[in-house]
C-alpha cells in the first residue's frame, strides 16, 4: 500500500488517477504506456487496462516486471488479489507463440509454443482456428505447420483467442530500388533526420535489418512521412505507399523529389485521375477499394501484386478500411510500416491493426516533442455556448442523431468564430466542420473560402497553396482536412462541429496546427459546442487521447453577446 499514490487500482484493471494529485503528471505519462484513457471526469480520470494495451507495451520492450512495478508505486491501495495474475498472464503470453519458417519447404510455416505448464494449450488453441481444411496440422503438442498463405489469418485468429504471434518468418527483400537522402533540400536548407525520427526507424527494421512490421506512433506534424522515407531508405526497395487522399498523395511524391535522389520517373502516382505503376507507387484507400457496384470485386486490388514490393506502407493506418485489411492478410511476406497519430480506431479493429500490420513499435510522448520544439505548443479551449430558444425547442424535440446535429448547427457559434478571427487577425486560421450546411453558411457571413468532399482537386490544390503562401489568412474546410494535409504556418484551429465522440478526429484536427511556427509562436485550438447537450458530452469524449498525450483544455461558458 502506498496511501499517498496517485491511483486506485480496481480488480477489473481500470486505474483511476486523481488529478489534483501532485504525482499526476508522471503517472499519467506512465499509464499511457500500457493502458488507455476511457473518461475524464473533474477530479479522476479513468483508464483501462487491456490485453492489447499490454502486447503493445510488451512488443516495445515492457515486462510484466516493470508494469506491475510502475503501477504498485503509484497504487494507493496496493494492486487487488488477482490483478498482478492476470497482468502478467497477458504480457507473459506476448512471445509465448512463434512463427517461422520451414528450413527448405518455402510455401510451410511453422507455428511453435514455448510458452511453460500448459501442456495441451496449443491443441486446445487449434481446436479452435477458423481456417480452412488441409492448410494447418498439429505435429505435436507444441508445433503448427501450415500454409504459408494463411500466414496473416492465422495471426487474426490467435489474436482473437487471446494469443498474439510473435512472426518471426522473415520478409522477401522485393526488388532492389537505390537511392540516398540529399543532403541538401531544392531551397538552400540542411536535411537530416531528427533523433526520434532516427530511433523510429531503427526499431522498425529492427537488429541486422530483420524487423519489418509494425506501427510508428508520432503526432501529426512530428515528420511521420519522413519516418517512411527512411525506411525506404534503409531497405532501398520498391515500395508500395497508400494514403488517405490525394492531396497526400501528392505531398507524399513532393517529399519523396524533395528530399531523395529518386527521379521523378521512378515515382508514379495510382489515384482516380492517374494510374501510374512506377518502382514507387503513391495511391489511396478510397481507389483501392472502389467498385461501381456492390457486388463487383476491387478492380484496383491488385496494385498489391503489380511489382515485386519490398515494402508497403500504411500512412493514416488507423484509417484502414476492411477490403484492405484482408488484402494485407494475403501478403504477409511484404514489409508493412503503419504511420499514424493514433492507433485508436472507432471501429474497434485495433486488434487487427496489431495482427496483420504489426504491433507498436515506436512512440513519443507529444508533450516530450512539444518540450523539445519539434511541435508547436498548443493552448485548447472548449467555448460552451447557449443556444437560441427556437433552437433550443428542436433541440429538446428531437431524438437520436438528429438532436446532436441540432446543437452542432447553433447559430450563435457564428458570432464566436468572428470574434476568435478578431482576436487572431494576422494569423493562418482554419475553419473546421462536420455538416456542410454549417460550413456553407459560416464561409458565406465570413466571405472566406471553403473546401469539401467536393470541391475538384485542382481548386483544393489552388486554396490549400494559397493558404501555404499566405494569400488566403482564413479557410474553412470539412473533414477531407482532417488527415495529411500540410500547412505548417496555420496556427489557429477553430473546430464549430464534429464526428460525434471521434478522439481520433480530435487528435488529427489539432494536428493540422502542430508544425512549428517560424516565428517559434503558440499555437490555439478552439473547439466551440452547445451547452448542456449532446454535443457537450461528446466533446469530452474526443478530448479523451488528447487529455492522455498531457494537453488541457480550459473551458469557458459563452452566452450570445458576451465576449469570447
Known sequence: MNETGACIVQRDLTVLLEKEHPGFETAREQLSHYAELVKSPAYYHTYRITPLTLWHAASCGFTADRVLEELTSMARYGLPSGAAEDIRRWIDRYGQFKLRPVPGEPEQLELEYNGAGEFGLLERVAAQLVLPAGTWNLTDERHLRLSASKRGYLKQEL???GYPVLDEAGYHRGRTLEFAFRQELPEGRPFRLRPYQQEAVSA????????????????????KTVVGLAAMEQFQCETLILTSNVTSVRQWISELTSKTTLPAEAIG???????????????????????????????????????????????????????????????????????TATLIREDGCERDVFSLIGPKRYDVPWRTLEES???AQVDCQEIRVSMPEPHLDRYVMAEGREKFRIAAENPYKNEIVRRLLDRHRGRQVLIIGQYLDQLQSIARDLQVPLITGSTPQAERGRLFQAFREGELPVLAVSKVANFAVDLPDASVAIQISGSFGSRQEEAQRLGRILRPKRDGGRAYFYTIVSENTREQEFALRRQLFLLEQGYEYAVQRESEGGEA
Open 269 to 339: 502516382e495510382y489515384s482516380g485521375e492517374k494510374k501510374q505503376v512506377k518502382p514507387v507507387t503513391v495511391s489511396t484507400y478510397q481507389i483501392l477499394t472502389h467498385r461501381t457496384r456492390k457486388e463487383e470485386g476491387f478492380k484496383h486490388m491488385s496494385l498489391f501484386n503489380e511489382r515485386d514490393w519490398g515494402l508497403i506502407i500504411y500512412d493514416e493506418v488507423h484509417l484502414l478500411p476492411a477490403p484492405i485489411f484482408r488484402a494485407t492478410a494475403d501478403i504477409q511476406a511484404t514489409r508493412r510500416l503503419g504511420l
Open 159 to 161: 489474436a482473437r483467442l
Open 373 to 375: 520544439g519539434f511541435i
Open 204 to 223: 522498425f527494421a529492427g537488429k541486422a535489418d530483420d524487423g519489418g512490421s509494425g506501427v510508428v506512433v508520432l503526432p501529426c506534424g512530428a515528420g
